[in-house]
């Protein structure tokens, strides 16, 4: 029996990308000075992050009551209070916690604390609070302390929106009701009656969140009384903080110095104005020393009640990343100072200070509704995107983002956003003139394009935003700056982030309940980071094999994500089948044994639309006979995806260092 040996190393994936190195300066002689590393990769430390500029809703809509269901008890709801534990009163009016959870989220409260948190998440939180709490943790009554990573609210407490300016007063005050037998072991002393109403009411002078518990349905008045038109117990909305700083945080801490943050909310003419576009309250930066407080605090002060002039605002986004002057107001962000532009990077990141003109940029629309008051952007831009959406048409909103397109929405709202994110996305926004609006630019190197991601909250299926999210996020593999082609904006089954088409933009995200955000935002930003991390890192594969019909392939990655945790050197080696005919095979049904009807044929190769290394698997079932039924793939995974018969780096991954042993041979 001959043994055959055969070696190939190919590296399937190597990606262009911008090394920053630092002047060469007249220093004392160190390691580094000895230390080499492959010129085809960037290190960890040299990836550049991208900017992420969130445009946050501040819309009157973020008013309204975030759960809109019947209380479950053992549905888990978030919100400022934590879900598993119970709480009293005490003398300043604050919520105070019980210093351990509940055996579940369905127990109720007993002893001295008698507030159930999960209860009251559901009676009393906004839509803008539990954005806040999952963005920044909530918003703290003093601001949060400069402490990296989490920025705790020491010295204060967590306390709920009350109410804006607004005169819609079913925003300003709602009500949510629950049976007497429900609201057993969950509240203080409940009114004796068969139907309870939690009254959320609103407040033009403080903002703070309040409620009353009443036996009567009907609503206070918004003024924050509880005594005219259905009495009950006031109670202000005010939260003990957690006492673990890791639980004290949001999405935003825990990516931290992963990403560059900005802050982006729409114009308010009770607040900032102008009616019309957006504003840049905290703009693209490296936060210094991972001083994220000011953002966070930003983020914490949103006063929903401006309208939802989506497309206005990401047109003037476009125009900050691009630095040329506002569009609607002077005061929108700021030009001509260096250090405020986005592509500026400063000496805490890079020394020295300068421009980095391969950074990705990004906006992050979260938003829980459709646009209004949304029109006045240039009138070149007005359906640029026809191409992408195709037929207009009014009436029922659509259900598929390839079907005609709405264009009657409601109280001024347009269908813009679709064509301002098409432009903003496939134009180079720092050239010398930009086009279609003919502006002066401040011209950098290369080419600066945006790329637009959306979280539909509270909500599902909004095609505006699909559509925009496709017009907005796609790859251009067929470089026509058109999304044409399913593969171009649909290679990720956007529910896992697993590879596969699933018919929906891959940079739209959805998050029907306050429950699915945190999920969904995460889902969005380690996305980002991934696409960002694509131009850095490469995967070294290198295939080896001897004995019989047994091939060992080894792949490594610098960097990636699980979640949104980078981890670094992730290492692969793995086995797969070697049949009579040559051809490589996974263990497809893992069974550990060779079957061409059962075990498919598996061919790698690098995507240039993905950036990666893939592998494509045959069929080889009719007739199973050595050859592929067809020269199609049936499915394309990620290598790390493959049904390899054994796989290596996971298992030494999972085994203490003092029990591995490794065994090397040479070809």
Excluded at 266 to 278: K, Q, R, V
Excluded at 310 to 337: F, H, K, N
Excluded at 436 to 445: E, K
Excluded at 512 to 518: K, Q, V
């Amino acid at each position: 029996m001959t043994h055959q040996t055969m070696s190939v190393f190919a590296i399937l994936a190597l990606a262009s990308a911008a090394v920053l190195l630092p002047p060469l300066e007249a220093n004392g002689q160190s390691l580094i000075d000895y230390t080499a590393y492959p010129e085809f990769l960037a290190s960890t430390s040299g990836e550049v992050p991208p900017n992420i500029l969130i445009l946050l809703d501040n819309s009157q809509t973020m008013n309204k009551k975030a759960y809109q269901d019947a209380f479950d008890p053992n549905k888990t709801y978030v919100g400022l209070f934590n879900p598993k534990r119970c709480y009293q009163v005490d003398a300043n009016a604050v919520f105070n916690y019980e210093s351990s959870d509940k055996a579940s989220v369905s127990a109720t409260c007993t002893g001295t604390y008698k507030w159930d948190g999960n209860l009251l998440n559901w009676a009393t939180m906004r839509r803008i609070d539990v954005v806040k709490k999952v963005l920044v943790g909530g918003k703290c009554s003093s601001s949060r302390n400069s402490i990296p990573p989490f920025h705790e609210c020491a010295g204060g407490y967590l306390e709920g929106q009350g109410q804006s300016q607004s005169m819609f007063g079913d925003f300003l005050n709602f009500t949510q009701f629950i049976s007497q037998a429900d609201l057993q072991g969950r509240v203080l002393n409940p009114p004796d009656e068969s139907n309870i109403y939690f009254h959320v009411v609103g407040t033009h002078s403080s903002l703070r969140g309040r409620f009353c518990l009443s036996g009567d349905q009907s609503q206070p008045f918004d003024n924050g009384s509880c005594i005219a038109g259905g009495g009950g117990t006031l109670h202000e909305i005010r939260i003990q903080p957690p006492a673990d700083p890791a639980e004290d945080g949001g999405v935003i801490q825990g990516i931290g110095q992963q990403a560059r943050f900005g802050l982006m909310e729409y114009n308010d003419p009770l607040f900032t104005g102008p009616a019309d576009g957006g504003r840049v309250l905290e703009h693209v930066d490296w936060k210094l020393a991972g001083d994220l407080g000011p953002l966070i605090d930003q983020v914490a002060q949103a006063i929903p009640q401006a309208e939802a002039q989506m497309a206005e605002s990401l047109y003037e986004a476009a125009r900050y990343y691009a630095q040329i002057a506002p569009e609607y107001d002077v005061g929108d962000y700021v030009t001509g100072d260096i250090t405020r532009d986005p592509y500026w990077f400063t000496t805490n990141w890079i020394n020295p200070a300068q421009y980095v003109p391969c950074c990705k940029a990004f906006v992050l629309l979260l938003t829980d509704g459709e646009p209004t008051q949304d029109q006045n952007i240039p009138v070149a831009l007005r359906d640029y995107a026809h191409a992408v959406h195709g037929a207009h048409c009014s009436g029922a909103t659509p259900t598929d983002p390839c079907t005609p397109h709405k264009t009657n929405y409601a109280t001024g709202g347009t269908h813009y956003l679709d064509d301002v994110a098409l432009w903003a996305h496939t134009t180079d926004l720092r050239q010398a003139t930009i086009p279609v609006i003919s502006a002066t630019g401040s011209d950098l190197a290369g080419e600066q394009n945006l790329t637009l991601y959306t979280v539909f909250a509270f909500g599902s299926g909004s095609d505006l935003l699909k559509e925009a999210s496709k017009a907005g996020g796609f790859n251009d593999s067929n470089g026509n700056d058109l999304p044409d082609l399913d593969s171009e904006w649909d290679q990720y089954t956007n529910a896992t982030g697993a590879l596969g088409a699933d018919g929906i933009p891959d940079t739209y995200y959805e998050a029907a309940e306050g429950t699915e955000l945190e999920d969904r935002l995460l889902a969005a930003i380690t996305s980002i980071l991934k696409q960002s991390a694509s131009g850095t890192d490469v995967s070294v594969v290198a295939l080896s094999s001897r004995g019989e019909g047994a091939l060992y392939q080894s792949f490594f990655f610098p960097s990636g994500f699980e979640g949104a945790d980078e981890l670094t050197w992730l290492g692969y080696t793995q086995a797969y089948f070697m049949d009579a005919f040559g051809n490589v095979r996974e263990d497809t049904d893992g069974d550990g044994k060779l079957i061409y009807a059962n075990d498919k044929i598996v061919q790698t190769r690098y995507d240039d639309t993905l950036k990666e290394a893939v592998a494509d698997r045959f069929d080889d079932v009719s007739p199973a006979d050595g050859q592929a039924d067809s020269t199609t793939p049936v499915s394309t995974v990620a290598l790390r995806d493959v049904a390899a018969l054994w796989e290596a780096g996971k298992r030494l991954a999972l085994t203490d260092a003092s029990s591995r042993t490794l065994l090397t041979w040479v070809d």
